[in-house]
């Protein structure tokens, strides 16, 4: 479970966003949205290489 004291005098938008960063960093929506349909494990590894791929051309990119 998540806790988000709230401190002295502190706005409840900030404390609003501040619970939603932590609830982010946490992943469950990511997970929640990758257990709706199942991916064959292959097809997942072919993803993740595909993505690997493109961050390294980026980064090679970027050095240029």
């Known amino acids: 479970m ?3 004291p709230l401190k002295e005098g502190e706005n409840i938008e900030r404390a ?3 619970f939603k960063r932590k609830f982010e960093r ?3 929506v990511r ?3 990758a257990r709706q349909a199942f991916t064959k ?3 997942a590894k072919r993803k993740q290489m595909e993505k690997a791929i493109y961050v ?3 980064r ?3 050095e240029m």
């Open 60 to 62: 090679q990119q970027e």
């Open 31 to 33: 997970e929640l949205r």
């Open 16 to 18: 609003l966003k501040r």
């Open 56 to 58: 390294n051309h980026l």
């Open 2 to 4: 998540i806790v988000v």
């Open 41 to 43: 494990p292959s097809v």
């Open 26 to 28: 946490t992943g469950a």
